[in-house]
């Protein structure tokens, strides 16, 4: 059954350095998105990506986030300068059709640490 | 916010015996999604429901939609030690996004 792929499944940095979350989606899927959730609390949605553009994001998604398919293959989720609140499980995510409409499939998640 | 809360936030039951969750949430919607967490892993798509549907069954879950009481219900009959983990609700928060409620953490006792 196809998945939803994340790498690495952890990743630990120090505060103000940058990194880059990657994710492989399901092949044929044609909607990304990556989700955030920060230790004992509730998921919450970042951005979402469709036909090579971010067609919606959070607040919490501001300049320090960036997300880019680089090929036909790869989602990445970029935080640049990071800081300790950004310490949490980043899941991402990808459907056939709009995500609240469709069933979106999630990858294992990335545990992000910042030290 | 439209984000949905469950209730209970953690719920122990015997294996066999049911379990029942609860969402409500705050504005219009047009469908309703429930999740599975296990410790420490992704989500796992349960059953949509969509606003105009009042109940939905998958297996041994039992999903219900009261749109006019903004509510719905997860129900998983003769539970097993496996259905151990945490459930969430999600509604739609545009055409490409989900808002996920808090959670209900189920622990099933063998």
């Known amino acids: 059954e196809p998945e939803v792929t994340q790498t690495p499944s952890h990743q630990v940095t120090q505060m103000g350095q940058e990194v880059i979350l990657r994710c492989v989606p399901i092949s044929n899927h044609l909607y990304f998105y990556w989700y955030r959730q920060i230790l004992g609390q509730k998921v919450e949605f970042l951005v979402s990506f469709y036909n090579n553009e971010i067609s919606e994001k959070s607040e919490i998604f501001d300049d320090q986030f960036s997300v880019e398919r680089p090929d036909g293959s790869n989602f990445t989720l970029k935080i640049r300068s990071t800081k300790l609140e950004d310490s949490a499980m980043y899941f991402c995510?990808?459907?056939?059709?709009?995500?609240?409409?469709?069933?979106?499939?999630f990858g294992p998640g990335t545990r992000l640490t910042v030290l | 916010s439209q984000q949905g809360e469950e209730d209970p936030q953690a719920l122990s039951i015997q294996e066999g015996e049911n379990a029942t969750m609860n969402c409500s949430y705050k504005t219009s919607i047009n469908n309703l999604q429930w999740y599975r967490q296990n410790s420490g892993r992704g989500l796992v798509h349960l059953i949509l429901?969509?606003?105009?549907?009042r109940e939905k069954h998958s297996g041994r879950l039992r999903v219900t939609l009261d749109t006019s009481k903004k509510s719905s219900s997860l129900l998983i009959t003769a539970s097993r030690a496996a259905d151990t983990a945490s459930y969430f609700c999600a509604t739609d928060g545009g055409a490409n996004n989900l808002f996920f409620g808090t959670g209900t953490r189920l622990t099933v006792i063998p």
């Open positions: 429901i969509r606003s105009n549907e």
């Open positions: 995510a990808s459907s056939s059709g709009q995500g609240s409409y469709n069933e979106q499939f």
